[in-house]
C-alpha cells in the first residue's frame, strides 16, 4: 500500500510525536514532533526534518549544529499517531551536547545524570 | 536531586508522552502517555502504569492481557517534557499482539508490515 502522510493520525495542532532511535545501537536520542509536512520532506530529502514548535517553523536537525539525522527508515504504530525514525545521528543528538536527550534516570527515587556532554 | 514527578512538564491535558524501550534489546516497543499519578505508580509498584486517554482511566498495562511490564528504569529528556521508560515485557507490546507497535515501515513509498503477530 502506498504511503501516505495524510492518513496518520495527527493532534489539535496538526502534530505527531517522533522518536528518533539510532539504527546501529538501538538508542533512544530524542522525541520531536512532525506535521504532514515534515513527515513528507524527511522521506524526500532524507535528512530527519522536524516541526519546532517554540520556533513555528520546520526545523532540518542539525541545520545550524551540523548534528544531522540521516533517515534511514520511517515507522508508524498500530494507531498511526506515533512514527519511530531509524536514524544515523552526526554528533550528539541534545542541545546540551550528549549523545541522547534522556540522560537523567530516576534510581533510588533520585535523579542522577548518566551521560556527559561531549567535547 | 530527589526526584518529584511534580516536577516534569505535562501537556494541557496533565499527559506526558512514554516510550517504553526493552531494557535487554533497546526494541522500540511503544508509545502511551502517563499522568502525574500515573509516573509516581509506575515507579512504585515496579509496573508501568499509563493514563489511557481512550478510556480516561489508569492503565496498569498487562492487567488484563498478562501483557505486563515490569520497570526496569525511568529517563527523563532534558526538557522534562518526554519520558523513556526501559521495561521488561512480557508477550506481545502491541494489542495486534505483535511485539511492538511499530510494525510498519515506509521502505520506496510503500508500507511495509515487517512484524507478525505472536501465536
Known sequence: MQFDESSLTYNDQGLIPAIAQEADTGEVLMLAW???EAVRRSLETGRVTYWSRSRQAFWVKGETSGHVQELIELRVDCDRDCLLVLVRQSGPAC????RSCFYTAIRDG???QIMSPEV
Open 34 to 36: 512532525m506535521n504532514a
Open 95 to 98: 542541545h546540551t551536547n550528549r
Open 110 to 112: 533520585d535523579e542522577i
